[in-house]
């Protein structure tokens, strides 16, 4: 008999999340699948900031997960059991998995996908192909699309988001890349390995007028992943005509106790002609095929390139979810758990 070792949440987080919030559970993992749905055994989870704002007991976009239920999350598993016809035991899927060693799963109701077999590695399921490179896709084509001559700054440059978001906009044409990140190894792969233009420090006090410097001429299109200050200091920079993408706002924490951040230089879009647009990427849904078919032809033929930060064992998960707000990643932060064979 296999044994699932699982995280469910045990309490909720009241500012970051602590591993007291998770509890290991274990249960038998069953033999064969139930009619039409697939035992799957955990090879990688992905964690995007989002999962914080999960852990409260709010209403959002999507459900809160419920004290007692196994942690929601993404991953990439290999079928160990299949009682459905479209999907073979062997095979490696995408999946609603969850904190968990063995998910089972209903390709009806927890969103599988096959990984295509010609993928270069299967973590870019869930990087450049899963839901944060479908969020710089759809954030930089449909609301920033940047035309050619553009600059474009992108925050959270040297992560999974950011890092898409920035290439995707050289190669719809931008001119000019500007990125911030929190370390100078990070501005340097920002620079080196992503090829941005420029790379500034967000912790800089002097930010506002650093980019100033930075885009002289103005930001066409802010690709906004942090929100507050930082924000406030791209919204002063906007060009005439400027676009503002509101990806996300990872310095509040996700968390309902920080006192709100409020924007000094919002009054620049109206002298600017410059518009803000939020969107959710679930928003694009049924455009995720193609997308992805873009995505994964743009990394085969070396114009995207990704960093996968990856780390092991279950017990690192509720780590792996801090370290998005502690700037401990670089790149798509994974948990691997099991090796595909
Ligand atoms: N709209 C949507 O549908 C959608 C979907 C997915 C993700 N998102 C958003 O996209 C953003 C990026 O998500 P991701 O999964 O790609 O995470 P990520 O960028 O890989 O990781 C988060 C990074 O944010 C930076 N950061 C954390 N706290 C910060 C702060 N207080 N000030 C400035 N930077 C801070 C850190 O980098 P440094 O070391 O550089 O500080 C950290 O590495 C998030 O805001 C997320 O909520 C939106």
């Known amino acids: 008999m296999t044994t699932n070792r699982m995280l469910v949440l045990a309490e909720r987080p ?41 852990l409260n007991d709010l209403p959002s976009y999507t459900p809160p997960v419920a004290i007692g ?18 999907f073979d035991e062997g095979s490696l899927v995408h999946a609603r998995l969850g904190w968990q060693e063995y998910a089972v ?26 839901l944060t490179g479908l969020t710089a896709y759809f954030g930089m084509t449909r609301i920033g699309r940047p035309i050619e001559g553009d600059t474009v700054l992108v925050t959270a440059a040297a992560g999974a988001t950011g890092s ?8 719809l044409g931008a001119r000019r890349v500007i990125g911030t990140a929190g370390t100078p190894e990070k501005r340097a792969w920002v620079r080196d390995v992503a090829g941005f233009d420029d790379c500034l420090d967000h912790y800089d006090d002097g930010i506002r007028r650093a980019l100033r410097r930075a885009a002289p001429d103005g930001i066409d299109v802010v690709f906004d992943n942090v929100g507050g200050s930082l924000l406030d200091a791209a919204l002063f920079n ?14 509040t924490g996700y968390r309902p106790e920080r006192p709100e951040v409020g924007l000094h230089y919002y009054q620049l879009l109206t002298s600017r002609s410059a518009r803000m ?62 090796e595909p064979h």
Request: net charge negative.
């Open 164 to 171: 898409v978001a920035g290439q995707i906009a050289r190669a």
């Open 105 to 130: 799963v209903d390709p009806a109701a927890d969103e599988v996908l096959a990984v295509p077999a010609d993928l270069t590695s299967p973590m870019l399921m869930l990087s450049a192909c899963g």
């Open 277 to 338: 647009e939020g969107f959710i990427v679930s928003k694009f849904a049924d455009e995720y095929t193609d997308a992805r078919r873009q995505l994964q032809q743009w990394v085969t033929d070396g114009q995207l390139r990704v960093e996968h930060d990856v780390l092991h064992d279950l017990a690192a998960a509720p780590a792996g979810l801090r370290r998005l707000f502690e700037g401990g990643n670089q790149g798509k932060q994974l948990l691997q758990l099991a």
């Open 238 to 251: 906007v060009a005439n005509g400027g676009r503002i993408v509101l990806c996300g706002s990872i310095s």
């Open 14 to 54: 009241t500012a970051e999340v602590t591993d007291a919030c998770f509890e290991l559970r274990t249960e038998p993992v069953p033999d064969t699948a139930p009619a039409g749905q697939l035992v799957v055994r955990t090879c990688w989870l992905g964690f995007e900031p989002a999962m914080r704002g999960w």
């Open 69 to 86: 239920e196994v942690m929601r999350a993404w991953g990439v598993g290999q079928v160990v059991s299949s009682s459905h016809p479209e």
